[in-house]
Structure formats: structure tokens, C-alpha cells
């Protein structure tokens, strides 16, 4: 089974460096925007995702789209729509606006609170990138995709969710849907922290990772 981890936009590899459960490959935000992960699950019969913010909303499209090569997901403060709508918690474009301004002007630094000594999980990338992703952030919805696909019962996987009650990018309301969707999933509520939570919470997203090989290999 390979492990393959969907950053979020405009992050970094080093965002997962706290993180030490093993992946077989980090797909960068630009990658994402290329179809990568895509192309490379063609070839892959068995996969358990671990996504973050952007990356999490690739993961479940990637899961809507070949539900019977996923083994395992693990959503990071990942929602099925970005933008805010009507009945729907999301970001407005100002704050979307003010997101992409911090990390052209200080690579993220001072965005969200971080342990000290914490890698700080962003990069600056060209103004092109950064463009196509706030397009992806502002068109992705697959609200209905995941209705669908949880009402064919073709997703049969473990699903951990991971949500911070201060989230300021992805609102916490965003995980009672996933709850919805995934009845079965388990979800952790993180208080008191921000958006970046594989700086801020490593440990609990490797017992997640770790839970379900564990749970995988047991059933094998």
C-alpha cells in the first residue's frame, strides 16, 4: 500500500517534517493543478491519502473519483468547498484576498501562531501558481460528489477527520458535513489552534495514519 500526502496551497514539503509516519511521495499544490496525483494512482491498487486544506479537497475528489483504490483517509483541516454560500461556512474573498497577500509578503510568517522552531509551512511560489490555486480554492466544491458517493456505498475505507475549533481558513462547521458523509469517520475537534495543523498537532496525525495500517493489517 503507498501513502501518498496532498499539500496544502502554496505549502511546503517541510510542512510535514514534524510529521514522522511513512509516505511514499508529497504531492506539492502545483502538482495537484497537473493532475499528478491522478496519473500516479493509475498504476496503484491500494492508497491511503493524508490531505491538508487545499491537498484535503484533492483527496476527496480523488476518493469520489476511484473510491476502490483508497484504503485509508485522512482529512487535515480539508473541506469539500472552500468559498462561503449560502448555508455554507467558508471563507469570503476578502479573507481569501488577505491569505494570498500574507504569503506573497512574508511567505506565511506571522500567519497563524507556531511553536517556536516549527517550520514555518509555506513557500513563496511564482505569481502564476499561486493564481491557478486560488482559482482551484474559489471552483472546488464537491459537496455533491461526496453525497453521491457515500449514498452508492462504494467508499468503504477508514476515515479520520481533523478540524480546529479556530480555524480562521477552513471553518469548523465544514466537519459536520464530512460527518454526514462518513458517518463512520472518526473526527477530532483540535481547540485552540489554527490551520496548520500538521506543525501543530504531529503526534495525532501519526496515530491516525498509524490506526489505520494497524486496522489494514489486521484484516488482511
Not at 499544490?29 to 487545499?54: F, H, I, K, N, T
Not at 483541516?77 to 449560502?86: D, G, H, I, L, N
Request: proline share 5%; with cysteine; hydrophobic share 45%.
Amino acid at each position: 500500500m503507498k501513502t501518498f500526502v496532498l499539500n496544502g496551497w502554496s505549502a511546503s514539503a517541510d510542512a510535514w517534517d514534524l510529521c514522522k509516519f511513512d509516505r511514499d511521495r508529497i504531492f506539492s499544490y502545483v502538482e495537484q493543478l497537473d493532475g499528478a496525483p491522478e496519473a500516479a494512482m493509475r498504476d496503484e491498487d491500494d492508497v491511503l491519502l493524508v490531505g491538508w486544506s487545499m491537498g484535503g479537497s484533492s483527496a476527496l475528489r480523488l476518493a469520489i473519483a476511484a473510491p476502490e483504490k483508497i484504503r485509508g483517509l485522512v482529512l487535515v483541516a480539508a473541506t469539500a468547498r472552500m468559498m462561503k454560500a449560502p448555508g455554507w461556512a467558508g471563507m469570503s474573498e476578502r479573507r481569501l484576498a488577505a491569505l494570498e497577500l500574507g504569503v506573497k509578503m512574508t511567505r506565511g510568517e506571522g500567519l497563524f501562531p507556531l511553536p517556536e522552531g516549527a517550520p514555518n509551512p509555506y513557500m513563496l511560489d511564482d505569481d502564476a501558481n499561486l493564481e491557478r490555486g486560488l482559482d482551484y480554492l474559489r471552483e472546488t466544491d464537491v459537496r455533491q460528489g461526496l453525497v453521491d458517493l457515500c449514498a452508492s456505498g462504494r467508499l468503504r475505507c477508514p476515515v479520520h477527520v481533523f478540524q480546529s475549533e479556530r480555524d480562521g481558513i477552513v471553518r469548523h462547521e465544514n466537519a459536520d458535513f464530512l460527518r454526514t458523509v462518513f458517518p463512520r469517520a472518526v473526527v477530532e475537534m483540535v481547540p485552540g489552534c489554527e490551520h496548520a495543523l500538521p506543525i501543530l498537532i504531529p503526534e495525532r496525525i501519526d496515530a491516525a495514519v498509524s490506526a489505520i495500517r494497524a486496522g489494514l493489517d489486521n484484516n488482511i
